[in-house]
T-cell receptor
Framework: SQKIEQNSEALNIQEGKTATLTCNYT??????LQWYRQDPGRGPVFLLL?????KEKRKERLKVTFDTTLKQSLFHITASQPADSATYLC???????????FGRGTSLIVHP | GAVVSQHPSRVICKSGTSVKIECRSL??????MFWYRQFPKQSLMLMAT?????????EQGVEKDKFLINHASLTLSTLTVTSAHPEDSSFYIC?????????????FGPGTRLTVL
């Protein structure tokens, strides 16, 4: 069965450092991979989408990589700030599906 | 970006009552909306896909008679939890796709926290 794995342990880092979150998947050939941010008691907020034929995408302090051979995506936040503390979800979507499947998310805590 | 609202944000009800949750796309028309449920520290689980003017498509294991979905207009979908029980307590989130964005991304509402006593 399709499986999306995100580290269930919280990632604690110091302000100013680069945070790197991992999303691994099995039994899946996604056409798109998305990253969302979710704050406690709130709905997810879309951050970035990367397509299967793209290796890397950037948006301001965010960078996403997509390795379809390793079946892995890495999500980087450079110069992290305490305001970046949240849970980050990855979501995979097949071509023509229009319905992404979400991972459980990884909590990021940036300490001042 | 596209804005999706939900109402109420929080509801507490007695067991056996019905609760209606509204989801609105505020600045775009959404022919399709999605309803998710999320338990603490769990991923979002899709419950159903709501299509304007037609019946909703429910995911396997979701009782359509318990979770009534109505998509009456291009900007409004409602989820009614009928005869709610404590095990229905959860965080319910709707989303809609904005046709204006090239990425065809889903935009989520802020969620509704349902607590059934």
């Amino acid at each position: 069965s399709q499986k999306i794995e995100q580290n269930s342990e919280a990632l604690n880092i110091q302000e100013g450092k680069t945070a790197t979150l991992t999303c691994n998947y099995t039994n899946y050939s996604p056409a798109y991979l998305q990253w969302y941010r979710q704050d406690p008691g709130r709905g997810p907020v879309f951050l970035l989408l990367i397509r299967e034929n793209e290796k890397e995408k950037r948006k301001e302090r965010l960078k996403v990589t997509f390795d379809t051979t390793l079946k892995q995506s890495l999500f980087h936040i450079t110069a992290s700030q305490p305001a970046d503390s949240a849970t980050y979800l990855c979501a995979l979507e097949s071509e023509g599906s229009y319905i992404p499947t979400f991972g459980r998310g990884t909590s990021l805590i940036v300490h001042p | 970006g596209a804005v999706v609202s939900q109402h109420p944000s929080r509801v507490i009800c007695k067991s056996g009552t019905s609760v209606k949750i509204e989801c609105r796309s505020l600045d775009f028309q959404a022919t399709t909306m999605f309803w998710y449920r999320q338990f603490p520290k769990q991923s979002l689980m899709l419950m159903a896909t709501s299509n304007e003017g037609s019946k909703a498509t429910y995911e396997q294991g979701v009782e359509k008679d318990k979770f009534l979905i109505n998509h009456a207009s291009l900007t409004l979908s409602t989820l009614t939890v009928t005869s709610a029980h404590p095990e229905d307590s959860s965080f319910y989130i709707c989303s809609a796709r904005s046709p204006r964005t090239s990425t065809d991304t889903q935009y989520f509402g802020p969620g509704t926290r349902l607590t059934v006593l």
